[in-house]
């Protein structure tokens, strides 16, 4: 895939995002914090019980990814995110842990503020306007976290990043040199950071600074293509769909290569991943002014059986959520 030039991110770019963290786990946690406040700063037994809680938490994540309460399922992710901050502060060096916050703070950003500010944006710019702030620092969290990892991973691409590189050459030509020496094992945290990254520039269209940044997301994603295509959904794939469908011609888009991208989004989920349609509607269409291509996608979602991706029915209640009021707006839309 070839390198973009700077662009402005598409009006509304977003990433698949299933909210993690299960309400079993929550128990296995609260129990390692009270080990955890028994022991000193350098207790070996609080160190072992957390490395031991951690693959029980990262096997619970399925219980709330199948909850189909979209309520609940927003209550259960805040209170586990709470818990796994207050056992990363015991325990900060933990890469694992990191990730997973920088994973659930990704995902309830996407599923709830985003989601409110888009939804209220011609309503109710006021309330849209404090949901966006919201989204923003919540997208903050899950690309620090995620950058910390990084950092101690791959230092060379955060001295990229920095711009920490030699002077003679810019950011992205640095960040691409870093990147080679990237491994499928470095994904993880690259994803979630350039995620976190690409929905805050994306929130952040008013700020110059910020969303001079995009053109090191794509790089990052472009390199997570390459390291591992099915990561996360195939989330990186639906970057691309989002920000190549997303923008006007003038600007960058190309709509052709964007549903190459959703194509193969939809060959890696099976056509089960209802949020799919709903970014080729949004993005694609909106962009195309298709009408009858945006209704027929949503249309599809709605149609589509609460479990057609078995175990991930709270994706598929926040894509139908989603088509519901994306028809409700079509008039503002077309």
């Known amino acids: 895939m070839s390198r973009v030039a700077a662009h402005p991110l598409p009006d509304k770019l977003s990433l698949p995002s299933v909210p993690s963290l299960a309400p079993r786990s929550a128990v296995t946690l609260l129990a390692v914090l009270v080990l955890a406040g028994m022991c000193t700063s350098g207790c070996s037994l609080r160190r072992y019980a957390i490395k031991r809680a951690m693959p029980i938490v990262e096997e619970a994540m399925p219980a ?3 909850e189909r309460d979209l309520d609940f399922a927003r209550d259960a992710l805040a209170g586990n995110i709470k818990i796994l901050e207050a056992v990363h502060l015991a325990e900060p060096t933990n890469q694992r842990l990191r990730v997973l916050l920088a994973r659930a703070y990704g995902s309830y950003a996407l599923a709830f503020p985003q989601d409110e ?24 969290r899950c690309k620090g976290y995620a950058t910390t990892v990084v950092a101690e991973r791959n230092p060379e691409i955060v ?6 590189a030699a002077a003679a050459e810019g950011r992205v030509a640095a960040l691409t040199r870093a990147l080679a020496k ?16 690409g929905n805050l520039v994306n929130l952040s269209r008013d700020n110059i600074a910020v969303v001079s940044e995009a053109p090191l997301v794509v790089t990052i994603m472009e390199r997570l293509v390459e390291l591992d295509e099915r990561y996360f959904m195939g989330g990186a794939h639906l970057f691309f769909a989002a920000w190549y469908g997303g923008l006007p011609k003038a600007l960058g888009g190309k709509p052709d290569l964007a549903e190459q991208h959703f194509k193969r989004a939809e060959e890696i989920n099976e056509g089960k991943l209802m949020l799919i349609p709903i970014y080729r509607a949004r993005f694609l269409a909106v962009q195309a002014q298709d009408r009858e291509l945006f209704e027929s996608e949503l249309r ?35």
């Open 159 to 164: 001295a990229a990043l920095e711009g920490r």
């Open 117 to 140: 500010a888009e939804r209220w944006e011609l309503e109710d710019p006021a309330r849209s306007d404090l949901a966006r702030a919201r989204a923003r620092d919540f997208y903050q």
């Open 64 to 66: 709330l990814e199948g």
């Open 182 to 197: 990237a491994s499928k094992d470095d994904v993880p945290a690259l994803f979630w950071m350039a995620y976190g990254w």
């Open 300 to 334: 599809k979602v709605l149609a589509s059986k609460d479990d057609i991706l078995p175990g991930q029915d709270l994706v598929t209640a926040l894509s139908k959520h989603k088509a519901r009021w994306l028809l409700q707006m079509a008039d503002d839309l077309f």
